[in-house]
């Protein structure tokens, strides 16, 4: 009677055990990638490094140093839009982000004359260069998420190839004319040029960056701060001193790298199928 009681009892168990444990949570397949499209927008404040200096002309009875360039970086915000396609796959995003970027920089240059009978008669002479660049620009990304939550902060690298489009530059002349008699200040009109052909028609760079994304709902935010740094020169050597209206006023192009700190905040929607069940955030 003690086995039949104790068979009885393992066969009533063991339905039991063969069922599954639904309480353990398990992973959806589903949700461990997503697909994400959107847009972009955002500012950066562009700089040039120079890596060769050039002039228009060669000063006789002084130094080079006294009329070299100036370069005012990081101080003339631009601006860039576009696209954003982003893969993700355990808590990385693989990123391909084309749009325009608009690039302002600045320098300055002063020259002096004065005339060597006469001391007195001075002519102080001011250039400030502004050069708008214009680039389509693809950007290829990867960025990991430091957490998995609806705010998630992430790291990431990347590179860039661009198109220029337009480039243009702007010249203020300023100055002090103590020769003429009149010993006052000037300032002349603005004049504004195209100098596309005094660069190369691509750029190159590495990007690195941090951010934060947010999923209020199904749709995802992103903001990132980060720095582009040019690797190759963008300025043509053989039209260096092509440009007329420039080599009248002794300006020549040197050999600059791009680079810029840039903040974007970006708009993305999730791809795959969205239901109550399965949502953006992964």
Do not use: C
Not at 156 to 184: H, N, P, Q
Not at 230 to 236: A, E, K, Q, R, Y
């Amino acid at each position: 009677m003690r086995y039949v009681i104790s068979l009885v009892f393992i066969f009533t168990l063991n339905p039991l055990l063969a069922q599954p444990n639904r309480s353990l949570p398990r992973e959806n397949p589903f949700l461990q990638s997503q697909w994400y499209l959107g847009f972009f927008g955002g500012g950066n404040l562009a700089g040039t490094n120079a890596t060769a200096s050039y002039n228009g002309y060669e000063p006789l009875n002084y130094g080079l140093s006294e009329i070299e360039k100036e370069y005012n970086n990081f101080s003339k915000l631009g601006g860039h839009a576009g696209l954003v396609f982003m893969y993700y796959s355990k808590g990385f995003t693989y990123g391909l982000k084309p749009g325009f970027q608009i690039y302002n920089t600045e320098y300055s240059t002063h020259a002096q004359w004065v005339d060597s009978s006469n001391p007195t008669n001075t002519l102080d002479i001011n250039y400030k260069y502004s050069t708008k660049f214009n680039y389509l620009e693809f950007p290829l990304t990867v960025q990991y998420d430091l957490m998995k939550n609806k705010f998630r902060p992430y790291v990431g690298l990347g590179a860039y190839y661009a198109i220029l489009l337009s480039a243009t530059r702007k010249i203020e002349r300023s100055g002090t004319d103590g020769a003429s008699g009149s010993s006052g200040g000037f300032t002349n009109p603005p004049n504004t040029i195209g100098v596309k052909d005094l660069y190369i028609t691509s750029s190159l760079g590495l990007i690195g960056f941090i951010g934060a994304s947010y999923d209020p709902g199904n749709i995802r935010i992103t903001i990132d701060i980060g720095y582009k740094y040019g690797l190759n020169n963008i300025t043509s050597t053989e039209n260096r001193y092509q440009n007329n209206q420039l080599s009248a006023i002794g300006d020549a192009t040197d050999d600059l790298k791009l680079q810029n700190i840039y903040f974007t905040m970006a708009f993305v929607f999730p791809l795959k199928f969205i239901s109550n069940q399965f949502n953006s955030v992964n």
